[in-house]
């Protein structure tokens, strides 16, 4: 089993990721490959980033760290579920991205953006931090603009009462499928010691 981690993107208080995030796990269980855990920045207690060196040299050593980098060296790939603040990601999913390297490198990253065009630039922006970390970000993604947004916010509908989204889903899941085995076996010692 390859161990997907969903990333809730946000910690303010009455936050939407909470619904993205639980709606996503509840697609990847019908994938017998893959098992989705969610990890939510409320559960990692990291201040902002300011250690002497960058990660990819050094592990930082604020409270915090370790239990984060654990987390996320133990998942083969990851769909982060992201509001748009301003344009982009918000600050304290930035600040945790920041706060390790080594452990999401050679990792597929796939994106659920949701708000007024469906977090597109903050998914965009997100698929550049991916490459500099050295993962594999899919090109699939999904957008819960809107209209959907705001039905699910009022209560009148779920997110699952949309069709295109599901299908969105269902394409994610399927490249990140196939993208999760291929780099799990890419990473393999073997194949890592292999001279490039």
Aim: proline share 5%.
């Amino acid at each position: 089993m390859r161990r997907i981690g969903i990333v809730i993107g946000t910690t303010r208080q009455g936050r939407f990721g909470d619904k993205p995030a639980t709606w996503i796990a509840g697609h990847l269980a019908r994938y017998q490959d893959l098992v989705g855990e969610i990890i939510d920045l409320r559960d990692h207690d990291l201040p902002f980033f300011d250690e002497a060196m960058s990660p990819i040299y050094a592990m930082p050593n604020c409270p915090g760290a370790s239990s984060w980098s654990q987390r996320i060296a133990a998942m083969d790939g990851f769909i982060f579920v992201t509001a748009e603040y301003n344009h982009g990601i918000s600050g304290v999913l930035k600040n945790a991205l920041d706060h390790a390297y080594r452990e999401f490198n050679r990792k597929p990253a796939a994106f659920i953006g949701y708000g007024g065009v469906g977090a597109a630039r903050a998914v965009e922006q997100l698929r550049l931090i991916a490459v500099e970390l050295q993962m594999a970000p899919l090109r699939h993604a999904v957008h819960i603009t809107l209209e959907p947004y705001l039905a699910v916010v009022s209560g009148r509908n779920a997110i699952d009462d949309f069709d295109f989204l599901n299908a969105g889903a269902a394409a994610l899941l399927d490249e990140l499928v196939w993208w999760t085995e291929a780099l799990a076996v890419a990473r393999t010692p073997r194949m890592e010691a292999m001279p490039r």
